[in-house]
């Protein structure tokens, strides 16, 4: 045991105990990498962006050109979606212009309404005759099947998050096979249904693909997939099949190794893909060049060479219709020009990707980085120090952007960086726990004058706390047990059991006070009072403690759960615990208070008087919260607020509306809560103008009400009263305040 004592002080000396924890960082940074989670992911993106946006791919060719279904169209022909006749006309147009190929970045799932014989069977006062012919002409469907089979055509399909309809099996799938080591199924994107165009022209298309583009976790796509899975079919993207169509590919081949997938393979071109399918976009800047109207399509009115040997995609950049999408280069791109932004990448070349090596370069950068800098940070000043951490970032950021400008590969800086920076925050943090050591005897000086918060509050930021008083405004509030006296007469015999009651409610409600902000001044019995706002600042007081009171209702709910569990097990009479909170919003005075041998960091005035007085109020109004006005009018739009009384309490000469908080954001918005609260406030204006009658009538009507037996206490509080002033009217002047007869 001495000589394991001897080695570890020699280690600590010759090595330090801070290097083998930098060392064991290190290794726990490269399993992080590996792992990747979500942050990981989005950090590395966001660099990603900035080399997008600072060096976007340059257009030299335009292979694309995009029929867009803009506003202009939409004002010439109507809304959308059209007749299909025009569609086939456009379609028509585009083939005699000499479109390579027509993909539509659209979906007809539905038969044409204006079909002939659906409008012989919709139009009431048509004749026999012209009823007749209408159904003897050929369906609009029909017209667009006939345009698509004199062309060459890709048609749009979309994925869905369920499934709406059987697939047609008679209706074709393009050939996917796959080579490689995975299994290319299990990485793709799935959608549990998908949404085809009516049989009728589906079946005479030359290709079919999904132009669903899922988004990343931020919003923005950055990744497109070129071959996903849709109601149990592997589907090619649009983009995607647009290109096997004019290949001539057969059968799309999907490269896989250990990992994933890494490339599709068509004629002469092979796509690379990430470990699901997709390829990141090599974006260029908005091209407004390459997009033509429908109307000019429409009207015969484009020039040749905008449609003449180019790949041609339908779709819309129309507000409206809503395929506005965020890219790494622009806020709002059209997603048919996203497909546009793919097809022009893969065919000029001008792709980008991540290599297979990328993940082993950045474990080993980070892993010599930080060898460097476990060995050389503690012997380095701090100027030297922080030049030599400039250089690492700047080699490290240099290197990636190399990669990117020079090869279009993309290789993540930000994880060596991370690491190494952690690295060198670990030094500073043992750097600054030897200087805590040297705290701990001034902390002792204190800790019998102040509260333990108090005392480490002083001790890292003395300025932010004033402890010979202050005037703030503070949210306050107090808390206690209905009924406990009954509940601990049963203990009468067991006052350990009691104590180990108490101690097992007031735990959980402590720590819901604490993880909102707020501060436990004292504990009374079975009873807390707390305040928000001091010592620190919160912006936010009145939300954090009314989100407290309603977590601390239901901490209680479990623990009665759990005690009426062990009363049915034990054979025993089970009492259930209710708390009543009260909650003020005002002025008070802070401060370090008490005597010369102990003191405690409380609060005095009106508004906590007030705060007591309302929890006291609770049992009378039926409803476990009850805060003052400043506090329900900060906190109106989170939580469900119901007005109760207009109240004079004791001992004070101003009266305040008060109010029940009655749940969360969700009940705030349910119907039940929302009529009950309109009976309310028709109840209390009847009330407050003297009608009686009007008054009662809300109140029956409430009581026919959904949930109506959370108000039943306040309804028959009313009734009585009313009752008196019916005997007794008030005196001229009432304001409709009501002078509290108990504390």
Known sequence: MKRLKILRRWFARKFGLARLLCLALLVVFAALRVWDPPPVQELRLRVFDIFQHVDPRHKTVRPVTIVDIDDKSLARFGQWPWSRTRIADMITNLTDLGAVAIGFDVVFSEPDRLNPDLVANQMRYLDDATRARLRELPSNDQVLSDAIKRSRVVLGETGQQEITSDIDKTLPFTGVATVGEANAERFMFEFP????????????????????????????????????RAQGNIMPSLNLEILRVVTGTPTLLVRTDKTGIRAIRLKGVEIPTD????????????????????????DNSVPPGKI????????????????????????????????????????????????????????????????????FTPNLGPVRLALAGALFAAVLFGTSWFFYWKYRYLIDFTYPLLSTTAIYLTFIFASFVREQRQRVQIRGIFAQYMSPVLVEQLAQS??????????????????????????????????????????????????????????????????????????????????????????????????????????????????PLNVGIGLNTGIGVVGNMGSDLKKNYSVLGDSVNLASRLEGQTKQYGFPIIVGSRTALAAKDRFAILELDFIMVKGKTEPEVIYAIAG????????????????????????????????????????RSEDADTLEKLFKLYEARIREFKANPPPEGWTGAYALLTK
């Open 193 to 228: 249904g998908l949404l085809r165009n009516v049989p009728v022209i589906e079946k005479v298309a030359a290709g079919r693909g999904l132009f669903s583009i899922p988004t990343e976790r931020d919003g923005l796509i950055r990744r497109v997939p070129m071959i996903m």
């Open 275 to 298: 470990k699901n399918g997709q390829l990141w976009v090599h974006y260029a800047r908005q091209d407004p060049s390459i997009y033509v109207s429908a109307a000019d399509v429409l």
């Open 308 to 375: 003449n040997g180019k790949l041609v995609l339908i779709g819309t950049s129309a507000v409206g219709l809503n395929d506005l999408k965020t890219t790494p280069v622009s806020a709002n791109m059209p997603g048919v020009e996203i497909h546009a932004q793919v097809l022009e990448s893969v065919l000029t070349g001008a792709v980008i990707s991540q290599p297979n090596y990328a993940l082993g370069v950045e474990l080993i950068t980070a892993l010599i980085i930080g060898i460097l800098v476990i060995i």
């Open 462 to 575: 003395p300025e932010k706390v004033v402890l010979g008083g202050e005037e703030r405004e503070l949210t306050i509030m107090f808390s206690d047990v209905r009924g406990f006296t009954t509940i601990s007469e049963s203990y009468k015999h067991d006052p350990q059991g009691l104590i180990a009651l108490m101690n097992r409610f007031l735990t959980p409600l402590t720590d819901v006070i604490i993880e909102q902000k707020g501060y436990v001044d004292k504990y009374m019995g079975d009873a807390i009072m707390a305040f928000w706002n001091a010592p620190l600042d919160d912006a936010e007081h009145q939300v954090h403690a009314c989100e407290a009171a309603i977590r601390m209702l239901e901490k209680i709910d479990v623990v009665n759960r759990e005690r009426e569990q062990e009363a049915a097990d034990g054979g025993h009479v089970y009492i």
């Open 664 to 703: 969360r954001d969700d009940v705030m918005q349910s119907a039940a809560f929302q009529r009950l609260r309109n009976i309310t406030i028709e109840m209390l204006g009847c009330y407050r103008n003297r009608d009686w009658q009007g008054a009662l009538d809300a109140i029956e009507r409430g009581r």
